[in-house]
């Protein structure tokens, strides 16, 4: 990641409850099953960083660890034209979104099988029934896995196949990022981590990140 520019995760566990963890920047977040969590900050000092899992996750949790690489802007982007072969998240997601079919019901002009679904996060959603609700990041990955869970209304149920367990989770992330490109930006909720915490890289030594105490007030002599 690029020092000194703001960064937001969007973050999903698969399995069972994880912590996301890097001490030098005096960050966790916790991730639980089933949901996004987000966070966002800014790192100012170029260098690599241990990344851990800090709640006991199984008996692989010790070896669940890896690094946040910060480098100055001209270094990052030197790394991105050698690295970026594979292409952005959305590049990605919409790869996906054709290899596993979607592209064939989900059609722009909304005479698919499915919903378009253009301009459709972080809008409201009509459902059968007549409820209503925001198309949200957990909307979209239910959508994906669950299918009959909430039906879209004037569609029909059992037209989409359950892709729970055909595709991983960085798989869904790849997804939730191409339909999100797909919304007006100006109309999708807040982009993450705006509000989320902001960490700096840690200075020489971590006694010297921490507040200093105020000095005590000084005492006035006693009148005689």
């Not at 969007?10 to 960050?27: C, I, K, N, Y």
């Not at 698919?112 to 972080?122: D, I």
């Not at 459902?127 to 909430?150: C, F, Q, V």
């Not at 006694?207 to 000084?218: I, K, L, N, T």
Request: glycine share 10%; proline share 8%.
């Amino acid at each position: 990641m690029p020092a000194g520019r703001d960064v937001a995760l969007t973050m999903a566990s698969e399995d069972v409850l994880h912590s996301f963890f890097v001490p030098a920047f005096r960050l966790k977040h916790d991730l639980v099953p089933g949901t996004f969590q987000h966070m966002g900050f800014r790192a100012t000092k170029p260098g690599r960083y241990h990344i851990f899992c800090a709640e006991y996750c199984g008996t692989d949790h010790s070896g669940m660890i890896g690094w946040v690489t910060v480098m100055t802007p001209v270094d990052y982007a030197n790394w991105m034209a050698a690295n970026g072969g594979s292409g952005s998240m959305v590049e990605q997601g919409e790869r996906l979104f054709q290899q596993m079919g979607c592209v064939s019901c989900h059609l722009s002009n909304d005479s698919g099988r499915g919903p378009t679904l253009n301009n459709v996060y972080g809008h409201p959603v009509q459902l059968e029934g007549g409820k209503t609700m925001i198309a949200d990041e957990s909307y979209i990955r239910n959508a994906i896995i669950y299918p009959n869970l909430r039906v879209v209304n004037g569609y029909k149920r059992d037209i989409m196949p359950n892709y729970q367990g055909q595709i991983s989770e960085e798989g869904l992330m790849q997804l939730l990022v191409y339909v999100k490109s797909l919304s007006e930006p100006s109309k999708t909720p807040a982009a993450a981590g705006k509000a989320g915490a902001r960490a700096a890289a840690p200075a020489a030594s971590p006694a010297s990140a921490r507040p200093s105490s105020p000095a005590p007030p000084a005492r006035r002599p006693l009148q005689q």
